[in-house]
């Protein structure tokens, strides 16, 4: 079994038939910003993803996990053309898993009108429905008998312009708790995946403003699993780091589109280990880092 993650494309779109009245919020902020630069270092995201898709039907990919920031502003039409170029990446052959970022719910509009529910609806079945007690969230997928996968929503809107920072409500907190006891995935390796990074490449915690504001809580809610490695975006850099207190891993696949920082993560699932492998853009074409192959979950050799 061989799973991408991937993570923050932020597909730019034309903004000249977004409403006026649409301005009167932090999304002027947004726009600003976009169009001072942001905008540019995703100008080529469109060729990136066909690059992704290629790669994953290359690679052999069975599963494709997206850790949020589809769009800038969270407006309609960015949701429509988030949908259309990564068609492909969705039609893998065990999936696909994603969560939605800060900027799928820009302003209180795109949460009120529920459109990542709405564009991307098909995506968010889960195999233990009884546990989404939050929406869809936490959401969870079997991988065979071997391993697991739930996502758990940390994005909202931030209606301050200077603030960016996550959450993960409390039910979904106190849900995954209570999953890590069910047998289900309590006797299997689990890729818990979220938008916001719980710890930055360097082991810190991230600002108050920008990052995951109960970092602290879900990583002691993670390490109620006896395997979990914690898969994330929101920060535009690929990274991996340990937890101190727990050894658990945290992949973060910043952005698969933002220029000279293009990344990923690849994990090849086998029996009694997993292998992660970077990948990178080398100004072509994706390709995979093999001198930085991580290894994690050991004791589990043989291929799923
Ligand atoms: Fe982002
Ligand atoms: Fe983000």
């Given at each position: 079994m061989r799973i991408l993650h991937y993570s923050d494309p932020h597909i730019p779109t034309p903004l000249h038939h977004v409403p006026l009245y649409k301005w009167l919020s932090k999304r002027a902020v947004g726009g600003v910003n976009l169009f001072l630069g942001r905008r540019r270092l995703f100008s080529d995201a469109g060729v990136?993803?066909?690059?992704?898709?290629?790669?994953?039907?290359?690679?052999?990919?069975?599963?494709?996990?997206?850790?949020?920031?589809?769009?800038?502003?969270?407006?309609?039409?960015?949701?429509?053309?988030?949908?259309?170029?990564?068609?492909?990446?969705?039609?893998?052959?065990?999936?696909?898993?994603?969560?939605?970022?800060?900027?799928?719910?820009?302003?209180?509009?795109?949460?009120?009108?529920?459109?990542?529910?709405?564009?991307?609806?098909?995506?968010?079945?889960?195999?233990?429905?009884?546990?989404?007690?939050?929406?869809?969230?936490?959401?969870?997928?079997?991988?065979?008998?071997?391993?697991?996968?739930?996502?758990?929503?940390?994005?909202?809107?931030?209606?301050?312009?200077?603030r960016s920072s996550g959450l993960i409500p409390e039910k979904q907190l106190e849900t995954l708790v209570t999953m890590s006891k069910d047998s289900r995935l309590a006797d299997r390796p689990v890729f818990i995946m979220t938008h916001y990074a719980p710890l930055l490449a360097d082991g810190g915690y991230d600002s108050r403003l920008h990052g995951l504001t109960n970092a602290k809580p879900f990583l002691t809610a993670c390490a109620q699993f006896r395997q979990a490695a914690i898969l994330c975006g929101h920060v535009h850099q690929c990274y991996h780091v340990t937890v101190h207190e727990t050894g658990q891993a945290?992949?973060?696949?910043?952005?698969?589109?933002?220029?000279?920082?293009?990344?990923?993560?690849?994990?090849?699932?086998?029996?009694?280990?997993?292998?992660?492998?970077?990948?990178?853009?080398?100004?072509?074409?994706?390709?995979?880092?093999?001198?930085?192959?991580?290894?994690?979950?050991?004791?589990?050799?043989?291929?799923?």
């Amino acid at each position: 079994m061989r799973i991408l993650h991937y993570s923050d494309p932020h597909i730019p779109t034309p903004l000249h038939h977004v409403p006026l009245y649409k301005w009167l919020s932090k999304r002027a902020v947004g726009g600003v910003n976009l169009f001072l630069g942001r905008r540019r270092l995703f100008s080529d995201a469109g060729v990136k993803l066909a690059a992704l898709a290629r790669f994953k039907q290359e690679q052999q990919v069975d599963l494709v996990i997206c850790t949020g920031d589809y769009t800038a502003l969270g407006l309609n039409h960015e949701y429509e053309e988030a949908v259309k170029v990564t068609q492909q990446l969705m039609d893998a052959p065990s999936g696909y898993v994603n969560v939605p970022g800060n900027h799928d719910y820009y302003i209180t509009d795109a949460l009120r009108e529920e459109r990542f529910r709405t564009y991307f609806g098909d995506t968010l079945g889960s195999d233990l429905p009884e546990y989404q007690v939050d929406g869809p969230w936490p959401l969870v997928r079997l991988i065979g008998n071997d391993f697991g996968i739930i996502a758990v929503n940390s994005s909202r809107p931030n209606p301050l312009p200077w603030r960016s920072s996550g959450l993960i409500p409390e039910k979904q907190l106190e849900t995954l708790v209570t999953m890590s006891k069910d047998s289900r995935l309590a006797d299997r390796p689990v890729f818990i995946m979220t938008h916001y990074a719980p710890l930055l490449a360097d082991g810190g915690y991230d600002s108050r403003l920008h990052g995951l504001t109960n970092a602290k809580p879900f990583l002691t809610a993670c390490a109620q699993f006896r395997q979990a490695a914690i898969l994330c975006g929101h920060v535009h850099q690929c990274y991996h780091v340990t937890v101190h207190e727990t050894g658990q891993a945290i992949f973060c696949a910043g952005s698969a589109t933002m220029n000279k920082k293009e990344g990923f993560w690849l994990f090849d699932l086998y029996k009694k280990e997993v292998k992660a492998t970077p990948g990178r853009w080398d100004g072509q074409q994706f390709v995979l880092s093999m001198d930085s192959i991580v290894t994690l979950f050991h004791n589990r050799s043989e291929q799923c």
